[in-house]
T-cell receptor, first 116, second 113 residues
């Protein structure tokens, strides 16, 4: 169990447009979801933590108005990159956790975003 | 300030050899230490995890050694195989912080046939 999916797996968009990435916990209810960004050959950088029904908590340096996070249900969180620019091109990964499963975070397969 | 320091950055091991990756942390509040394996273009997958009340945990060919006094923990991959070639990340967290993970910088392992 503990499967997390992401959609789309890859997306190409034009500069100035917005793109939405979905993260779903398929077989458990996620009280907390996390969004990470990963550049090539680098570690995962936490962008924000979201709890169902409340506003996301963003890490220092992450623009809240640019990276909109919504955690509307216990199985779905979305990340919207608004007015995307080429420097937003990256690998975005979500993870989900729940109190009933202890400390563990279950990671999605990631979404490759390319902004042209 | 980097909460978790990982070394080496890259590692080359012959097939059948032992791969050892080390991590060190500063925050004594950390109480959960997982290791993740990541293949190119994929999300991280949990390999093995340990809590500070034990000094060692073994699952198949993977072993975590934990030294609480030194604030260090390491991953040992026994009988390394070419299929183990991937990037490995250590992480640390504490339950009072929404399980936020602090990741190490990663180690790229290459197991030569």
């Amino acid at each position: 169990g503990a499967v997390v999916s992401q959609h789309p797996s890859w997306v190409i968009c034009k500069s100035g447009t917005s793109v939405k990435i979905e993260c779903r916990s398929l077989d458990f209810q996620a009280t907390t979801m996390f969004w990470y960004r990963q550049f090539p050959k680098q570690s995962l950088m936490l962008m924000a933590t979201s709890n169902e029904g409340s506003k996301a908590t963003y890490e220092q340096g992450v623009e809240k108005d640019k990276f909109l996070i919504n955690h509307a249900s216990l199985t779905l969180s979305t990340l919207t990159v608004t007015s995307a620019h080429p420097e937003d091109s990256s690998f975005y990964i979500c993870s989900a956790g729940t109190v009933t499963r202890g400390y563990e975070q279950y990671f999605g397969p990631g979404t490759r975003l390319t902004v042209t | 300030q980097q909460q978790v320091k990982q070394s080496p950055q890259s590692l080359i091991v012959q097939k059948g050899g032992i791969s050892i990756i080390n991590c060190a942390y500063e925050n004594t509040a950390f109480d959960y230490f997982p290791w993740y394996q990541q293949f190119p273009g994929k999300g991280p997958a949990l390999l093995i995890a340990i809590r500070p009340d034990v000094s060692e945990k073994k699952e198949g060919r993977f072993t975590i050694s934990f030294n609480k006094s030194a604030k260090q923990f390491s991953l040992h991959i026994m009988d390394s195989q070419p299929g183990d070639s991937a990037t490995y990340f250590c992480a640390a967290s504490w339950g009072g912080n929404f399980n936020k993970f602090y990741f190490g910088s990663g180690t790229k392992l290459n197991v030569k046939p």
